[in-house]
Protein backbone atom coordinates (compact mmCIF):
# COMPACT_ATOMS: atom_id res chain seq x y z
CA UNK A 1 0.00 0.00 0.00
CA UNK A 2 1.12 3.78 -0.27
CA UNK A 3 3.51 4.71 2.77
CA UNK A 4 2.59 8.35 4.62
CA UNK A 5 5.43 9.48 7.24
CA UNK A 6 4.70 12.18 9.49
CA UNK A 7 7.50 13.78 11.56
CA UNK A 8 8.04 14.55 14.32
CA UNK A 9 6.81 10.93 15.73
CA UNK A 10 6.25 12.93 18.91
CA UNK A 11 7.47 16.52 20.75
CA UNK A 12 6.88 17.91 23.75
CA UNK A 13 6.82 21.93 23.80
CA UNK A 14 5.97 24.87 26.22
CA UNK A 15 2.56 26.37 26.58
CA UNK A 16 2.33 29.46 24.02
CA UNK A 17 5.14 28.20 21.13
CA UNK A 18 4.09 26.55 17.79
CA UNK A 19 4.44 23.31 16.75
CA UNK A 20 4.97 22.32 13.13
CA UNK A 21 3.89 18.50 12.14
CA UNK A 22 4.23 17.24 8.57
CA UNK A 23 3.05 14.90 6.94
CA UNK A 24 4.36 13.42 3.30
CA UNK A 25 3.31 11.09 0.52
CA UNK A 26 6.09 8.96 -0.01
CA UNK A 27 5.70 6.77 -3.31
CA UNK A 28 2.90 8.63 -4.46
CA UNK A 29 1.67 12.21 -5.37
CA UNK A 30 -1.95 13.42 -2.95
CA UNK A 31 -4.23 16.12 -3.65
CA UNK A 32 -6.10 15.64 -0.62
CA UNK A 33 -4.80 14.84 2.42
CA UNK A 34 -6.33 15.07 5.86
CA UNK A 35 -5.57 15.82 9.73
CA UNK A 36 -7.21 14.05 12.23
CA UNK A 37 -6.97 14.29 16.22
CA UNK A 38 -7.52 11.14 18.43
CA UNK A 39 -7.55 11.35 22.24
CA UNK A 40 -7.06 7.77 24.50
CA UNK A 41 -9.29 5.00 23.83
CA UNK A 42 -10.95 7.32 21.46
CA UNK A 43 -11.70 7.30 17.87
CA UNK A 44 -10.65 9.53 15.10
CA UNK A 45 -11.65 12.72 14.70
CA UNK A 46 -11.62 14.59 11.40
CA UNK A 47 -10.10 18.24 11.84
CA UNK A 48 -9.49 19.36 8.58
CA UNK A 49 -9.17 18.25 4.79
CA UNK A 50 -6.14 19.44 3.18
CA UNK A 51 -6.09 20.28 -0.43
CA UNK A 52 -3.28 20.69 -2.49
CA UNK A 53 -2.86 24.79 -4.00
CA UNK A 54 -6.26 25.69 -2.22
CA UNK A 55 -7.21 26.62 1.41
CA UNK A 56 -7.80 23.68 3.88
CA UNK A 57 -11.72 23.04 5.15
CA UNK A 58 -11.93 22.66 8.71
CA UNK A 59 -14.60 20.86 10.24
CA UNK A 60 -17.20 22.31 12.62
CA UNK A 61 -15.78 23.35 16.11
CA UNK A 62 -11.59 23.51 15.04
CA UNK A 63 -10.31 26.78 14.88
CA UNK A 64 -8.93 27.59 11.57
CA UNK A 65 -6.43 30.34 13.03
CA UNK A 66 -5.14 27.69 15.85
CA UNK A 67 -4.36 24.77 13.59
CA UNK A 68 -2.65 26.11 10.70
CA UNK A 69 -2.74 24.01 7.22
CA UNK A 70 -0.64 24.55 4.26
CA UNK A 71 -0.18 21.70 1.52
CA UNK A 72 2.19 23.64 -0.69
CA UNK A 73 3.03 20.39 -2.62
CA UNK A 74 1.60 16.99 -3.92
CA UNK A 75 3.81 15.17 -1.22
CA UNK A 76 3.43 17.75 1.73
CA UNK A 77 0.77 18.83 3.86
CA UNK A 78 1.70 20.34 6.97
CA UNK A 79 -0.05 21.60 10.49
CA UNK A 80 1.08 24.32 12.67
CA UNK A 81 -0.48 24.37 16.11
CA UNK A 82 -0.24 27.81 17.09
CA UNK A 83 -0.09 29.18 20.34
CA UNK A 84 -0.35 25.62 22.06
CA UNK A 85 -2.03 25.07 25.34
CA UNK A 86 -2.09 21.53 27.28
CA UNK A 87 -5.87 21.09 25.94
CA UNK A 88 -3.69 21.12 22.44
CA UNK A 89 -2.08 18.07 23.97
CA UNK A 90 -3.30 14.64 21.60
CA UNK A 91 -2.58 12.46 18.77
CA UNK A 92 -2.55 14.13 15.34
CA UNK A 93 -2.35 11.76 12.74
CA UNK A 94 -2.58 12.52 9.07
CA UNK A 95 -3.92 10.58 5.73
CA UNK A 96 -3.33 10.85 2.24
CA UNK A 97 -6.35 10.47 -0.20
CA UNK A 98 -5.48 7.64 -2.91
CA UNK A 99 -8.35 7.12 -5.86
CA UNK A 100 -7.75 4.55 -8.70
CA UNK A 101 -10.59 4.51 -11.42
CA UNK A 102 -13.87 3.50 -9.18
CA UNK A 103 -11.82 3.25 -5.46
CA UNK A 104 -11.12 5.46 -3.15
CA UNK A 105 -8.70 5.02 -0.16
CA UNK A 106 -7.27 6.85 2.44
CA UNK A 107 -3.42 5.84 3.78
CA UNK A 108 -2.75 6.90 7.70
CA UNK A 109 0.52 8.27 8.63
CA UNK A 110 1.65 7.23 12.18
CA UNK A 111 1.18 9.81 13.60
CA UNK A 112 2.33 12.90 15.84
CA UNK A 113 2.30 12.52 20.09
CA UNK A 114 2.03 16.17 21.47
CA UNK A 115 2.95 17.06 24.45
CA UNK A 116 2.54 20.80 25.87
CA UNK A 117 3.91 21.82 29.51
CA UNK B 1 -19.19 12.57 9.32
CA UNK B 2 -21.34 10.52 11.22
CA UNK B 3 -20.67 8.09 13.91
CA UNK B 4 -20.97 4.21 12.96
CA UNK B 5 -22.21 1.58 15.28
CA UNK B 6 -19.49 -0.49 15.27
CA UNK B 7 -19.81 -3.78 18.04
CA UNK B 8 -18.19 -5.77 20.32
CA UNK B 9 -16.75 -2.32 21.68
CA UNK B 10 -14.24 -4.83 23.04
CA UNK B 11 -13.45 -9.01 22.87
CA UNK B 12 -10.65 -11.00 24.96
CA UNK B 13 -10.80 -14.38 22.68
CA UNK B 14 -8.21 -17.44 23.00
CA UNK B 15 -6.00 -17.82 20.91
CA UNK B 16 -6.96 -19.70 17.75
CA UNK B 17 -10.32 -18.38 17.83
CA UNK B 18 -11.97 -16.41 15.30
CA UNK B 19 -13.54 -13.18 16.07
CA UNK B 20 -15.81 -11.55 14.16
CA UNK B 21 -17.21 -7.63 14.25
CA UNK B 22 -19.09 -5.84 12.55
CA UNK B 23 -20.12 -1.61 11.56
CA UNK B 24 -23.82 -0.72 11.02
CA UNK B 25 -24.95 3.04 9.30
CA UNK B 26 -27.76 4.55 9.14
CA UNK B 27 -26.66 5.66 5.79
CA UNK B 28 -25.68 3.96 2.62
CA UNK B 29 -21.96 4.18 1.60
CA UNK B 30 -20.07 2.65 -1.33
CA UNK B 31 -16.91 2.65 0.39
CA UNK B 32 -16.15 0.44 3.77
CA UNK B 33 -12.67 0.40 5.36
CA UNK B 34 -11.41 -1.73 7.68
CA UNK B 35 -8.23 -0.93 9.97
CA UNK B 36 -5.92 -2.10 12.62
CA UNK B 37 -4.27 0.41 15.34
CA UNK B 38 -1.49 -0.51 17.42
CA UNK B 39 -0.77 1.41 20.23
CA UNK B 40 1.32 4.66 19.46
CA UNK B 41 0.73 4.12 15.37
CA UNK B 42 -1.49 5.25 12.82
CA UNK B 43 -4.21 2.86 11.53
CA UNK B 44 -2.99 0.28 8.96
CA UNK B 45 -4.99 -0.28 6.11
CA UNK B 46 -7.01 -4.08 6.02
CA UNK B 47 -9.15 -4.59 3.29
CA UNK B 48 -10.55 -1.97 1.37
CA UNK B 49 -14.77 -3.06 -0.27
CA UNK B 50 -16.10 -0.72 -3.09
CA UNK B 51 -19.20 -2.85 -4.16
CA UNK B 52 -22.34 -3.99 -2.32
CA UNK B 53 -22.52 -8.16 -1.37
CA UNK B 54 -18.23 -7.64 -2.25
CA UNK B 55 -16.65 -10.47 -0.20
CA UNK B 56 -12.74 -9.97 -0.20
CA UNK B 57 -9.62 -11.64 2.09
CA UNK B 58 -6.59 -10.66 2.96
CA UNK B 59 -4.96 -13.40 4.62
CA UNK B 60 -6.95 -14.72 7.81
CA UNK B 61 -8.67 -11.82 7.12
CA UNK B 62 -12.73 -11.73 5.46
CA UNK B 63 -14.30 -8.94 5.40
CA UNK B 64 -17.80 -7.87 3.94
CA UNK B 65 -19.77 -5.08 2.41
CA UNK B 66 -23.37 -5.70 3.00
CA UNK B 67 -25.78 -5.90 0.75
CA UNK B 68 -28.29 -2.82 1.69
CA UNK B 69 -25.10 -0.65 1.69
CA UNK B 70 -25.69 0.17 5.63
CA UNK B 71 -23.87 -2.65 7.24
CA UNK B 72 -19.98 -4.08 6.87
CA UNK B 73 -18.44 -7.19 9.18
CA UNK B 74 -14.80 -7.97 9.73
CA UNK B 75 -13.39 -12.13 10.42
CA UNK B 76 -10.36 -12.78 11.42
CA UNK B 77 -9.76 -16.64 11.61
CA UNK B 78 -7.34 -18.66 13.95
CA UNK B 79 -6.64 -15.38 16.00
CA UNK B 80 -2.34 -14.80 17.07
CA UNK B 81 -1.16 -12.89 19.87
CA UNK B 82 -0.13 -10.37 17.03
CA UNK B 83 -3.47 -10.11 16.37
CA UNK B 84 -3.92 -7.68 19.45
CA UNK B 85 -5.00 -4.26 18.71
CA UNK B 86 -7.71 -1.68 17.91
CA UNK B 87 -10.20 -2.20 14.69
CA UNK B 88 -11.83 0.61 13.38
CA UNK B 89 -14.52 0.00 10.46
CA UNK B 90 -14.92 3.83 7.98
CA UNK B 91 -17.13 4.31 5.53
CA UNK B 92 -17.55 6.89 2.87
CA UNK B 93 -20.13 7.83 0.55
CA UNK B 94 -19.51 8.42 -3.10
CA UNK B 95 -18.61 11.84 -4.32
CA UNK B 96 -17.92 12.62 -0.26
CA UNK B 97 -14.50 11.66 0.48
CA UNK B 98 -14.71 11.88 4.28
CA UNK B 99 -14.44 9.21 6.38
CA UNK B 100 -17.01 8.36 8.97
CA UNK B 101 -15.14 6.09 11.85
CA UNK B 102 -16.64 3.45 13.92
CA UNK B 103 -15.45 3.92 17.49
CA UNK B 104 -13.14 0.70 17.48
CA UNK B 105 -13.56 -2.71 18.98
CA UNK B 106 -10.27 -3.57 20.82
CA UNK B 107 -9.28 -7.12 20.62
CA UNK B 108 -6.79 -8.77 23.22
CA UNK B 109 -5.90 -12.29 22.99
CA UNK B 110 -5.28 -14.80 25.77
CA UNK B 111 -2.18 -17.09 24.55
Known amino acids: GAVVSQHPSRVICKSGTSVKIECRSL??????MFWYRQFPKQSLMLMAT?????????EQGVEKDKFLINHASLTLSTLTVTSAHPEDSSFYIC?????????????FGPGTRLTVL | GQQLNQSPQSMFIQEGEDVSMNCTSS?????WLWYKQDPGEGPVLLIA?????ELTSNGRLTAQFGITRKDSFLNISASIPSDVGIYFC???????????FGAGTTVTVRA
Open chain 1, 95 to 107: SARVTSGSTDTQY
Open chain 1, 27 to 32: DFQATT
Open chain 1, 50 to 58: SNEGSKATY
Open chain 2, 27 to 31: SIFNT
Open chain 2, 49 to 53: LYKAG
Open chain 2, 90 to 100: AGAFYNDYKLS
